[in-house]
Protein backbone atom coordinates (compact mmCIF):
# COMPACT_ATOMS: atom_id res chain seq x y z
CA UNK A 1 0.00 0.00 0.00
CA UNK A 2 2.98 2.21 1.43
CA UNK A 3 4.46 1.27 -2.42
CA UNK A 4 1.04 2.40 -4.10
CA UNK A 5 1.11 5.75 -2.23
CA UNK A 6 4.57 6.92 -3.45
CA UNK A 7 3.87 5.69 -7.28
CA UNK A 8 0.46 7.92 -6.99
CA UNK A 9 2.53 10.38 -5.55
CA UNK A 10 5.39 10.60 -7.91
CA UNK A 11 3.07 10.80 -11.12
CA UNK A 12 1.23 13.75 -9.78
CA UNK A 13 4.87 15.33 -9.51
CA UNK A 14 5.71 14.37 -13.21
CA UNK A 15 2.32 15.45 -14.01
CA UNK A 16 2.43 18.78 -12.51
CA UNK A 17 6.24 19.55 -13.45
CA UNK A 18 5.65 19.20 -16.63
CA UNK A 19 2.23 20.93 -16.94
CA UNK A 20 4.16 24.00 -14.81
CA UNK A 21 7.32 23.55 -17.19
CA UNK A 22 4.81 23.71 -20.66
CA UNK A 23 3.48 26.73 -19.22
CA UNK A 24 6.74 28.52 -18.69
CA UNK A 25 7.99 27.69 -22.30
CA UNK A 26 5.23 29.35 -23.39
CA UNK A 27 4.78 32.29 -21.74
CA UNK A 28 8.26 33.18 -22.42
CA UNK A 29 7.79 32.68 -25.75
CA UNK A 30 4.75 34.95 -26.16
CA UNK A 31 2.23 32.25 -26.64
CA UNK A 32 0.41 32.78 -23.37
CA UNK A 33 -3.58 32.77 -22.91
CA UNK A 34 -4.12 36.64 -24.02
CA UNK A 35 -1.66 35.90 -27.34
CA UNK A 36 -4.26 32.46 -27.97
CA UNK A 37 -7.51 34.94 -26.76
CA UNK A 38 -6.29 37.48 -29.28
CA UNK A 39 -5.78 34.81 -32.55
CA UNK A 40 -9.16 32.92 -31.79
CA UNK A 41 -10.98 36.65 -31.87
CA UNK A 42 -9.47 38.14 -34.91
CA UNK A 43 -12.16 38.53 -37.25
CA UNK A 44 -11.47 38.68 -40.88
CA UNK A 45 -11.43 42.34 -42.57
CA UNK A 46 -15.20 43.04 -43.63
CA UNK A 47 -15.65 42.46 -47.79
CA UNK A 48 -15.32 46.06 -49.66
CA UNK A 49 -18.59 47.35 -50.50
CA UNK A 50 -19.30 47.12 -54.10
CA UNK A 51 -19.31 49.78 -56.78
CA UNK A 52 -21.51 50.35 -58.90
CA UNK A 53 -22.76 52.80 -61.47
CA UNK A 54 -26.09 52.66 -62.61
CA UNK A 55 -27.16 53.49 -66.55
CA UNK A 56 -30.06 55.42 -67.35
CA UNK A 57 -32.04 52.79 -69.33
CA UNK A 58 -32.13 52.26 -73.23
CA UNK A 59 -34.82 52.34 -75.43
CA UNK A 60 -33.29 51.18 -79.06
CA UNK A 61 -34.78 49.71 -82.29
CA UNK A 62 -33.66 46.26 -83.54
CA UNK A 63 -33.95 45.86 -87.24
CA UNK A 64 -34.81 42.10 -88.12
CA UNK A 65 -37.24 40.00 -90.23
CA UNK A 66 -40.31 39.91 -90.38
CA UNK A 67 -40.63 42.99 -88.70
CA UNK A 68 -38.82 45.59 -86.37
CA UNK A 69 -38.64 45.09 -82.24
CA UNK A 70 -38.18 47.61 -79.65
CA UNK A 71 -35.14 46.80 -76.75
CA UNK A 72 -35.89 48.33 -73.82
CA UNK A 73 -32.69 47.41 -71.11
CA UNK A 74 -31.78 48.74 -67.81
CA UNK A 75 -28.18 48.40 -67.38
CA UNK A 76 -26.00 48.62 -64.18
CA UNK A 77 -22.38 48.94 -64.38
CA UNK A 78 -20.04 46.63 -61.36
CA UNK A 79 -16.81 48.22 -61.09
CA UNK A 80 -13.76 47.68 -59.54
CA UNK A 81 -12.83 50.69 -58.09
CA UNK A 82 -13.86 54.49 -57.06
CA UNK A 83 -11.32 56.12 -59.42
CA UNK A 84 -13.35 53.73 -62.26
CA UNK A 85 -17.16 54.96 -61.01
CA UNK A 86 -15.42 58.65 -60.95
CA UNK A 87 -14.05 58.34 -65.53
CA UNK A 88 -17.74 57.26 -66.03
CA UNK A 89 -19.66 59.60 -64.47
CA UNK A 90 -17.46 61.81 -66.18
CA UNK A 91 -17.85 60.20 -69.46
CA UNK A 92 -21.65 59.57 -69.31
CA UNK A 93 -22.37 60.95 -73.01
CA UNK A 94 -19.92 58.92 -74.42
CA UNK A 95 -21.07 55.73 -72.02
CA UNK A 96 -24.16 56.19 -72.92
CA UNK A 97 -23.32 56.46 -76.97
CA UNK A 98 -21.24 53.41 -77.01
CA UNK A 99 -23.81 51.50 -74.86
CA UNK A 100 -26.51 52.50 -77.59
CA UNK A 101 -24.73 51.30 -80.86
CA UNK A 102 -23.76 48.10 -79.02
CA UNK A 103 -27.29 47.53 -78.21
CA UNK A 104 -28.65 48.80 -81.36
CA UNK A 105 -26.37 46.54 -83.06
CA UNK A 106 -27.87 42.92 -81.94
CA UNK A 107 -29.68 40.56 -83.54
CA UNK A 108 -33.60 39.89 -82.04
CA UNK A 109 -33.16 36.11 -82.36
CA UNK A 110 -29.74 36.31 -80.41
CA UNK A 111 -30.57 38.55 -77.94
CA UNK A 112 -33.70 36.93 -76.58
CA UNK A 113 -31.54 34.02 -75.52
CA UNK A 114 -29.58 33.96 -72.11
CA UNK A 115 -26.25 32.51 -74.19
CA UNK A 116 -27.13 35.41 -76.87
CA UNK A 117 -27.95 37.96 -73.52
CA UNK A 118 -24.83 37.12 -71.69
CA UNK A 119 -22.25 37.80 -74.85
CA UNK A 120 -24.13 41.21 -75.06
CA UNK A 121 -22.94 41.49 -71.49
CA UNK A 122 -19.37 40.74 -72.51
CA UNK A 123 -19.59 43.34 -75.29
CA UNK A 124 -21.26 46.04 -73.52
CA UNK A 125 -18.28 45.03 -71.03
CA UNK A 126 -15.62 45.66 -73.50
CA UNK A 127 -16.88 48.56 -75.55
CA UNK A 128 -17.19 50.92 -72.06
CA UNK A 129 -13.83 49.44 -70.82
CA UNK A 130 -12.26 51.14 -73.53
CA UNK A 131 -9.91 54.32 -72.77
CA UNK A 132 -11.72 57.97 -73.41
CA UNK A 133 -9.81 60.35 -74.78
CA UNK A 134 -7.84 61.87 -73.40
CA UNK A 135 -7.63 59.58 -70.56
CA UNK A 136 -4.51 56.74 -70.77
CA UNK A 137 -6.84 53.94 -69.48
CA UNK A 138 -10.57 52.75 -69.41
CA UNK A 139 -12.63 52.34 -66.51
CA UNK A 140 -12.60 48.61 -65.03
CA UNK A 141 -15.33 46.83 -64.96
CA UNK A 142 -16.15 43.42 -63.13
CA UNK A 143 -19.64 42.89 -64.75
CA UNK A 144 -22.31 44.11 -66.69
CA UNK A 145 -25.53 43.85 -65.45
CA UNK A 146 -29.55 44.32 -66.83
CA UNK A 147 -31.60 45.45 -64.32
CA UNK A 148 -34.49 45.26 -67.15
CA UNK A 149 -34.56 43.57 -70.23
CA UNK A 150 -37.47 43.81 -72.65
CA UNK A 151 -38.02 43.25 -76.37
CA UNK A 152 -41.23 43.91 -78.11
Keep these: MLRLLKLVLMLVIIVGATIGATMLIMSRQGIGSSAITSLASTEPPPAPAPIFAELAPFTVTLYGEPRNRILYAGVTLRLADQESRKIIEEYMPE ?37 FAPQPAGPRIADVLFTAFVVQ
Design 95 to 131: VRDRALRVLSSQDIARVQSPDGQQVLADALRVALARP
